[in-house]
């Protein structure tokens, strides 16, 4: 094998690694990181990021190198995400790998975060290491897996995600509110592994009283649950919704009612109230997400009825549309999002296909605009 093929081979093994990152790591980025031999073939060490504030991919792997008595000088090291030069919760991992006697550093992608910002590059080269840039579609996938985290370190806001389930004529309840369910099993498991990425799943109290979601992952397994949103005007949650059930993660609610009454009986069942200023009487959804930056969210999931959905939509906040499609016809009843009334076709709002999949008997469709 070509040494090129040999580095897409250990830095493909070093993604693998870092998708079990995937609702562990939040808010840090999901990196994995390959340790080879100097003959260039040997897999020595392997690691991915723990949970905030544990070890990174980088000494994971060292320390798998050590469990494995294998020495790492000499080494190259394959890693996801361009090394941090900086010290955060952890010391910085270029140091580790100096101080391991790694001879080279195969990164996939640089560290959009401003205190790395390709210093982590240039601080292995100060110091001797051959410090490389992979394949350019590994660094796509590197980017994808952590698309959340860009967007947070580079656009300062999350990654906006906004699932749906629809019948093949567009609805997403009857009439009568009731939507459970529209889409098979395989689709709804599928949708907790979405849920499983985000740092908080959201949703407007119109579903909170029509469903009484759980709004956690349940069909997947996950060392860490998403935090829970909901935006409600008027509080007209009530406080006995199964959100507030025990063992459940933190609900945040976004209202402009905090002093009222009934904020006091949903702080009783745990909930944060977040006081919001109002556009159009309604939720400022701008002051939602400045919000969930503050908070180092870097995937947010909606989960909304077609009120929130459309305004979301309208404000230009999605990102992406996750939605599954179910081969039922459903004749009257609620539509995906309410949108205002287009002028002409030339202003709609169009969005490109990004992923197509069946799952089960259902499609998943992926948008991006
Ligand atoms: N198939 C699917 O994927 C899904 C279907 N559903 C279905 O949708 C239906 C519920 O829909 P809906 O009532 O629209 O629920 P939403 O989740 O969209 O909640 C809507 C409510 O959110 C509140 N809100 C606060 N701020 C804003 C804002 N800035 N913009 C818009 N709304 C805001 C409003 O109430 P207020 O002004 O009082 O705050 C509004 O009535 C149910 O039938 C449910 O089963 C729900 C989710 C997913
Ligand atoms: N009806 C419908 C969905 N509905 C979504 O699932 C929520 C319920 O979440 P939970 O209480 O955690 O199971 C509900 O409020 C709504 O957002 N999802 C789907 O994948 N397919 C479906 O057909």
């Not at 240039?122 to 110091?127: F, G, S």
């Not at 004529?169 to 979405?194: F, K, N, V, Y």
């Amino acid at each position: 094998m070509h040494a090129a093929d040999l580095d897409a081979l250990h830095l493909g093994q070093a993604l693998a690694l870092a998708r079990h990152a995937i609702g562990l790591s939040e808010p840090n980025p999901r990196v994995g990181c390959v340790l080879v031999a100097p003959d260039g073939r040997q897999v020595i060490g392997e690691g991915f990021t723990q949970q905030a504030g544990g070890p990174h991919a980088e000494v994971m792997a060292l320390r798998d190198a050590q469990t494995r008595a294998q020495s790492t000088r000499g080494a190259t090291a394959y890693v996801t995400l361009e090394p941090c030069a900086h010290h955060g919760r952890t010391p910085p991992c270029c140091d580790a790998l100096v101080a391991a006697g790694v001879a080279r550093v195969v990164a996939a992608v640089g560290d959009p975060n401003p205190l790395v910002n390709g210093q982590g590059m240039a601080r292995l080269a100060a110091a001797g290491i051959r410090a490389e840039w992979g394949p350019a579609e590994l660094a796509e996938q590197a980017r994808e897996l952590n698309i959340g985290f860009f967007s947070r370190m580079q656009r300062g806001r999350p990654w906006v995600r906004m699932k749906m389930a629809s019948s093949l004529d567009g609805r997403t309840a009857l009439a009568d509110g009731r939507s459970q369910w529209i889409t098979g099993a395989a689709a709804r498991a599928d949708g907790h592994a979405w849920r499983a990425r985000a740092g908080v799943v959201l949703c407007g109290v119109g579903t909170v009283l029509a469903d009484d979601p759980r709004l956690d992952v349940r069909e997947v397994a996950i060392a860490r649950q998403p935090l829970r949103a909901i935006v409600d005007t008027r509080l007209q949650t009530p406080p006995q919704a199964r959100l507030f059930a025990a063992g459940g993660s933190p609900v945040r609610l976004y209202t402009a009612s905090a002093d009222s009454a009934a904020a006091q009986a949903l702080r009783e069942r745990g909930a944060t109230l977040v006081p919001c200023p109002l556009v159009d009487g309604r939720i400022d959804l701008a002051a939602v997400l400045a919000d969930l930056h503050a908070l180092a969210c870097n995937e947010l999931h909606l989960e909304c009825g077609p009120t929130l959905a459309g305004a979301w939509l309208q404000g230009g906040w999605v990102d992406e549309l996750l939605l599954y499609q179910a081969p039922v016809l459903l004749g009257p009843g609620r539509p995906l999002a309410q949108l205002a009334a287009l002028p002409g076709l030339d202003t709609a709002m169009r969005w490109r296909f990004h992923e197509l999949t069946r799952v089960g008997d259902d499609l998943r469709l992926r948008l991006r605009r």
